[in-house]
């Protein structure tokens, strides 16, 4: 900001000294060519500043639609492991009450339930890395 205000102030200066009417000095139209070339310079920057600001914009909108993307992901593997867990939960007081023939299914029942579980919270780990 402070060297823009310079230069623009640079550029008022060699105006109001070029309007004088005098006949320009090799100085003067060295100036002229400096003030010139400050200004491309400047266009340029501001030309590069727009198109890294867009970039930028553009970055943060695909950044954010991830984060959705992984949230949605993230809530979906956590609710599949909770129903599981409480699968897991219901079957083992099952297990626990059953008695004789009726416990042989219910532990074969938890078995299965445990590598299920064991099985989803592995999935959900290898995602959220």
Request: with cysteine.
């Given at each position: 900001?402070m ?66 993307k992984t949230?949605?992901e ?30 042989e299914?219910a ?23």
């Amino acid at each position: 900001m402070m060297k823009k205000r310079a230069v623009i102030l640079f550029m008022a200066a060699l105006l109001i000294t070029g309007a004088c009417g005098r006949t320009e000095s090799p100085r003067e139209n060295s100036q002229k060519k400096f003030a010139a070339h400050m200004e491309e310079i400047q266009r340029k920057i501001n030309e590069l500043e727009e198109s890294a600001t867009q970039k930028f914009d553009e970055m943060q909108k695909k950044f954010d639609e991830q984060m959705s993307k992984t949230r949605q992901e993230y809530h979906k593997s956590m609710t599949a492991l909770k129903e599981k867990q409480d699968k897991a939960d219901k079957e083992l007081a099952e297990l626990q009450e059953a008695t004789g023939a009726s416990w042989e299914k219910a532990r074969a029942k938890m078995e299965k339930t445990l590598k299920d579980l064991q099985k989803a919270y592995e999935e959900a780990k290898s995602r959220f890395k």
